[in-house]
């Protein structure tokens, strides 16, 4: 495949959604022929999956189901969106992937990280983004940011002691893999976060 793809993750309340919609914004204007996509969902299939797994109304929802249906999401997601856009030589840029489901609900929920990882890679096809960035803030900083939006979802409601395993997760996957996850303080104002996000991902395609 010819294309890049590129992914963003991080805790809840982390400006993700703000960060991958600039950076975006930003590698069009310089003229990439660029996708921008998220997870779950993505595709009419996969925004269906997307329903279920983040109703607050579906608390009886058993982990393994939650494993199944984020991979069954993705599986969809990477045939119809992902791959045939990097087959074709574009630029992707996708709100989450892999790495949210080992943190998510390997670490987060304690399920066997070679399980989960077996799931998605079965899901994915073995699709690995090239570059991955890390947006991190405290979740206590992370829940103060999500304290203003209005109808939090399944995920967001779970406890504190959760979303710090979660954290923990990213920090592990970072740690694991220097050579494409990029950690990113979010704590900073957007602009600047902005910035060093698209500094790296300069530097990091000299260097390609």
Known sequence: MTGI???FEGPDGAGKT???KAFAERLTAQGYDVVLTREPGGTAISDKIRSLILDPAHKEMADITEVLLYAASRAQHVQEVIVPALQSGKLVV???FVDASIAYQGYGLGIAIDQVAAVNRLAT???VPDRTYLLDVSVEEGRDRLQAR????RIEQKGAPYHERVRAGFHELAARHPERIQLIHASKPADEVAEDIFADFTAWLTHK
Do not use: A
């Open 5 to 7: 793809f590129i992914t």
């Open 94 to 96: 996708c709100d989450r």
């Open 125 to 127: 096809g073995g699709l």
């Open 18 to 20: 703000t960060q991958v």
């Open 150 to 153: 209005t109808g939090l979802d």
